[in-house]
């Protein structure tokens, strides 16, 4: 059985006040039945030291997360932040190849399987997004592109380190644009991500493997998507961004 996550994508929101408020609120809310969700932050950078304070000091499981990192361990990279960085503040996650980092950062699937080789190698879990433009969706062959992107990304790893990864589905067309993808076409493609691993990995990693969708989940269909075989949770923008609305999302997982 695989566990359901929710990992909130702050994005570039949140100053450090902001943020201890935000994580703060969350511990408040935090109950037992929270417990059966893998429940993610994935804060600014700047944020980060703040918000694991708190998540520490109330002790419950939610864990903290980068939104980027760099590969090199450490060197003349301007503006960068290295995987030792991020491990020693306290992320147990790292979001790579986020759409807005392939399109604005001009982000290679070279760059994301680097990335997602430095996280490994230091144990940490790397949470991998995938997805089609608009373009890509309407010329057709939209699974070919996220199979190879996942291909692409998890390329060289052995079937016990890519256990250690989550994927999250993210049509660009969807991602705060409040046009979510409806669920059968959210569970047509995290379908094919699984056939995916399965032919490179076997079947156990594929079994166990989550597979998350993201762009524009919110507290109004994340049920009748989680409802789908296939997608175990969510990566969420916008409705992270809440204590309220972060809150019914989890409490949905808790439930499904
Ligand atoms: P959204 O963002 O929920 O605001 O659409 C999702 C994401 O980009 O991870």
């Known amino acids: 059985m695989r566990k359901y996550m929710m990992a909130g994508n702050w994005k570039m929101n949140k ?11 969350l ?3 935090y109950n ?7 429940i993610v932050l994935c804060t ?14 109330d002790k419950t499981d939610i864990e903290l997360g980068a939104q980027n ?9 301007t503006g960068e932040i290295s995987v030792p960085m991020i491990k020693d503040i306290g992320c147990t996650y790292c979001i790579v190849g986020h759409s807005e980092r392939r399109d604005m950062f001009c982000e290679t699937d070279e760059m994301v ?3 997602v080789k430095a996280l490994i190698a230091a144990d940490m879990k790397p949470i991998v997004c995938v ?8 010329s057709g062959d939209y699974l070919g592109f996220v199979t190879a992107q996942v291909r692409a990304g998890l390329a060289g790893l052995d079937s016990d380190e890519a256990a250690k990864v989550v994927v999250a589905y993210e049509p660009i067309w969807a991602i705060g644009t409040g046009r979510t993808a409806t669920p059968e076409q959210a569970e047509e493609v995290c379908a094919a991500i699984r056939a995916t691993v399965a032919e490179m990995f076997g079947a156990d990693v594929a079994d166990g493997m989550q597979v998350l969708y993201g762009g524009s989940m919110n507290p109004g269909n994340v049920e009748s998507l989680l409802a789908q075989a296939n997608i175990d949770g969510g990566l969420i923008g916008g409705a992270s961004l809440k204590a309220d609305s972060f809150k019914q999302l989890i409490e949905a997982a808790a439930k499904a």
Request: charged share 25%; proline share 4%; with cysteine.
């Open 15 to 25: 100053t450090v006040p902001e943020a201890i408020a935000l994580s703060q609120q």
């Open 27 to 29: 511990c408040n809310l």
């Open 32 to 38: 037992r039945d929270w417990d059966d969700v893998d």
């Open 44 to 57: 600014p950078s700047v944020d980060l030291r703040s918000v694991y304070t708190v998540l520490d000091f």
């Open 69 to 77: 990192v760099h590969w090199e361990e450490s060197g003349a990279f």
């Open 113 to 115: 399987n680097l990335k």
């Open 131 to 138: 997805g089609e433009s608009l373009s890509m969706r309407d």
